[in-house]
Structure formats: C-alpha cells, structure tokens
C-alpha cells in the first residue's frame, strides 16, 4: 500500500510537485491572481474547462470565489510560512488574509475556531478505518499538551476520526511534521474535499464478518489524499470538489460505518451468483440544514477487491467534480446530481465508465431476509481468534483530555498490541486482548469508579453521541458535550433499560451529531421562556426532539421532530426524556430505593 510504504518518514514539506504543470486554460477571464497563480498541479488545475467556466461565469459564491482568487490545494506550503513570520515577530495571526485563515487552511486541516476561540485552530486528522496505535494516542496527547487544558483536547467524531484542539498557526508545521512521520495526515480533511473514509470497527476480527474494510479505507485514503505522482500528502485531483464528500463501507450486516448518510455507502453482501463477496452500493446520503436524505439504492453490485472499490469511487468522485452544482452549495451534495441524472441513469453512467477501465460490476444484489440484530460495541466480545477478545470502552461524547490519551495508550500497549480502534460512536475499542488477559484489564485503573473511561456502561450514558456544540463551534445555538454527559449520568440513576438507548445531542441542524440516525436525537434550536423576574419572554437555548431513527441493516432516518422547543433544563428535558425512554424504548422508572419500577 503506497500509503504506508512511502511515507515512514517526515516528509520533505515545501518540495514542488516534480510532475511538470501542462494544463492550460483558454478561457478569457483571469483565474487566479498573478501571484497566487499555481506552477504545480492545484484542485482547480484538474477541473475541465467547462467545469472552470461554469464556476466563473455564474457568480462564483464566496467559497469558490476564495478558491479561484488562490488555489488552497497547496495552502499546506503556506502554513509554513505564515508560522515563521510569526515566530519572529513579522505578523500576528490577526494581520492575515481571513480567506486564509478562514477557508484555505481548511485544506491543511485547520479549522479556526474564529468565534469561540480566535486564534486557536481545531486540526482534523484522517484515520482510516478509525485504526491509529499507541505512538499516535501519545502524540496527540503531547500535540494538546502545548495548549491550556480546557482548550487543548482531543475529539474521536463522528466519522471515527480524531480532532486536535487549540493548535496555533505557529506550532501548527511541527505538528504537521510529526503526524506525516506517524503516518498520519490532516490535509483534506474539511470544506471542499473528500472526509474520513469509514469502515468496519470490527474489521478482521469479526466472526460474521464478509469483507475486511480496512485495506479498501487505506487505498480510498490514498486515492483521495495522497499525490500518486510524488506520494505526498494530499492529491490536488481531488482538492477542488464543489462541496464535501463522504465514503462509508460496511463489512458486515450491521453496517456499523452508516452507509446510509454517506454520499458513497458500500453494504456488505455476497454475489447471488457467485457467492464472492462485495458491495450493494447506495448513493447521496447526507444531513444539512437544507435536506436530510437517505442514501438510494443503486443498481450497482462491485467486487469487495481494491481495484473495484477504488474504481468505483474515483468515477463518481471524477463525475461529482466536473458536473456537480457549483453555485448553490445548499445543493452541491451528491444526492442532488443524482437526482438530476435519475437514480438509474447515474448508476448506468458510473458502470458504464468502469466497463471502460476493465472492472466489472452486477447489478443490486439481494440480501438476506433472515433476522439479524445489529451487535453492540461496548463491553468484552469474542474475536473470530480463538482465545482473543474485542474490548470496547465507552469514551463519554468521545472527549479525551491529554491524560486520558495517555492512559489509552498504556492500556494499548499492555493488552492489544498498542492497536486502538475508533467507532462512528465516538468510543475505542482495545483488540485483540487475550482471554487470561481481560480480568487484569478490567482491574485497570484508568477503568476505576473516579474515571470517566468505561468497559462496563449503563445503556444510557453507553448510547451518548454528541458534537462539538458552543464550547467549539460558532454554528452552534447550544453547548453540547457536557451536557449531554450530565444528563446521560442523571438519567441513568431514573431510568434502567435491558438495551442501549442511543441519544444523539447536535448544537445546530447540520446534525454533525446524526440526531435523525439515533433513538432520541436533540437538535440545538432557539426556544423561549419567561423570565421569572422581568415576566418577559426571553430567547433561551433548546432541542428538537427527534424519536426513531434506526442504524444497522435496513437503517432508516427520522426525518421530523417529535417535539420542538423544549428547554435545555434539566427540570424540563430530564422528565421529557424519561418518560419517552419508558414509552418508547421499554425503560423501567428507578424508584425511591433505587428499584426499576
Ligand atoms: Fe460536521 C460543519 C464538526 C460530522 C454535517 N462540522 C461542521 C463544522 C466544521 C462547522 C464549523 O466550522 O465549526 C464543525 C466543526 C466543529 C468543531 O470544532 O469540531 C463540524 N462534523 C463535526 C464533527 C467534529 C462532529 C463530532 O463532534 O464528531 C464531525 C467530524 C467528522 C470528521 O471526522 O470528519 C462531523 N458533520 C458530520 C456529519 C456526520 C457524518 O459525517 O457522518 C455530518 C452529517 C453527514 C453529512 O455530512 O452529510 C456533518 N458538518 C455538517 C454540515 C452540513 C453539510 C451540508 O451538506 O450542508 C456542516 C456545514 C457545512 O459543511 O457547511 C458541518
Ligand atoms: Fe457545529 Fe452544528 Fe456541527 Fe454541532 S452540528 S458541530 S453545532 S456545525
């Protein structure tokens, strides 16, 4: 895997691309300024002419217009400049262009947290599969060490993926340096550009499982991420989409990566045929404040091999680029291009273009109609190893302070080989912890009842997803994260459940924190109240309450809210959300004597 084999060692950073810039344009209007104007291959240069005229002759919006004026495919050469001015003293982070700091680092990675945290940046990583070791966990932790404890943590996210918190533009390189020499990355990993490309947690360790995800998440990581020319990091081919773009695969029944909300989802299923195993594909999932919609079923079936996979999504990666909506970025997801070509005319086309290149596809297989419960990821399960042990530990709203990284990274290396695997539900998973192993684990102290880390949860606090919300995120309209872990431990002392109620909190409607794909999902919204003192009504923070939504095979979206408005308190949304845990998910009131009623 080009990937891993390149790239064991730092990375030479401002070196050019050696492949020589050959694309010219014809068009009549100036594309890029004279000074920014690329001599190495940028995202734009990959665009095709009509693409580019498209762009330029509609009123570019102001992200494409930020990306025209200079390309920020190679924004990572200019982060090393900008830290050294600022080391000695030549500007201050204030005294840059926001475009750069607010749109083109977005291309390293680096997230301004302009409204919360002015000069502070979150920096997204891409881990494929969610799979990092114990070195990683230890680097993050030291990265965030250099920054106050209340700023400098670190994320797992929803797209199994890891945030670092409070980085500076000035010790962003040496960051940057240390990740490409663990074989890490954080280029590409926000706005326009592919994101996190998610697999099975479960990969090759599951009994039941038809496909191991991982080696096609790290070839679609390096298809989208990594210059196949000069194997740097970050492939300007794919560095100027019309919006973001997300890849999920599922290697088993329970579709633990969400096929069903990513723009490219490949379901695990055997050929009816053949019985190989491979991929019903579904296109254009996706949430926004504009549409939530479910993935569609294609009739395309690809082969569960490396070529398939790769080809599959560098054809629909290729036809999203040229042909998708520039202007309205409301409408530049996937689904909206399918939906304009017709979902049958679109599958066509993308057969039609892996006919060209020698892969072969069926058409929509069937699946099997046999019940089949999605399994839980907390807690100690067996391996298809006999004698091994997958170990999942509850990482509450996947919050880890420098400390805990640390601890996690101990454990690693003591008990699972120093590997540590991510969920989509923001927690890790230990595996490969021997059978005589599991008691001393468990003993453990960063396992101890002062510690927020668990293997042992309650079915309420174990089902908590959470964004970033108020605490990080300008677009927030509530805090999230504390929040949702205070009430996920009040809850589990009112009501008992025999099963997971998966709660997803989300400060705003992009529902970063999936709220439509959860049990109870609670949506930040503005909701009002009186003020006691005043006897007016005042704006305070509230949730949508959405009920229903379900994961796994077959997995379905809950489209409206249940509720609207409901206040942020714990005396009105504590007893709203007990009462819809006993109604609608079987909880039982704990009584006086701490008895489920
Ligand atoms: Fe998200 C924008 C955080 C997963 C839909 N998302 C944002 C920004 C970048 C907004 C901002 O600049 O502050 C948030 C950064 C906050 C911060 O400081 O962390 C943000 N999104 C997150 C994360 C960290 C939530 C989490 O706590 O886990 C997730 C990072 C994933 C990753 O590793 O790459 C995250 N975001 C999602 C998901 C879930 C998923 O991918 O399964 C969605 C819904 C699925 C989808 O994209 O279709 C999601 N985020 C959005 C949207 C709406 C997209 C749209 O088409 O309109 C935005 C707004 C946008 O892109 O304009 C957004
Ligand atoms: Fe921010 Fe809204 Fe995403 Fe939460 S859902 S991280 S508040 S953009």
Redesign the pocket.
Known sequence: MMFYSLLLVSLPIVSAFPVPFTKTYTTSRPLYSTKSKPAVPSGSSFLPESTLSRIIDNTPNPTEKAKLARDPTNAWTDIYDFADKIRNGELTWEELDGADVDIRLKWVGM?H?RKRKPGTF?M??KVPNGIVNSSQMRFFADCVSKYPEDVGVI?????????M?GVTIETAPDIIDGLHARNLTSFQ???DNV??V?GSPLAGLDPLELVDTRPLCNALNDLVSMDPSTGLRGNPKWGNLG??F?I?ISGSRDDFA?TH???IGMQAVKNEGTGEAGFNVVLG??????RVAESVKTDIWVRGDIESVHGLCDCILEVFRDEGERKD??K??LMWLVEKYGVEEFGRKIKDMMKERGLETDGWQGQPDDKFERRGLLGVHKQKQEGLNRVGVLVPV?RLNRHEAREIADVADKYSGGEVRLT?E?NVILPNVKDEDVTDLLAEPMFGNDKRLKVKSGNIEGGV????GSQ?????MIET?QTAERYASILEGLVACDKTVRIHWTGCP?????VQAADIGLMGCPARKVDPDTGKSMAVPGVNIFVGGTIGENGALQMEPDKKGVLVEEETLIPELVEIIVERFGGRRIGEGGMAT
């Open positions: 997230l947290r979150m997204r990583l994320d797992i996210t929803t797209r199994q993926n890891i945030q918190r990993s926000a706005l994101r996190n998610v919006r973001k997300n999920a969400h909300i990513n723009d999932g996706y949430m926004s404040i504009k970025r409301q530049a997801r996947g989509v923001q997803v959470s964004c970033t990080f995120c300008g677009l927030a994260k992009n529902s970063c924190g999936q």
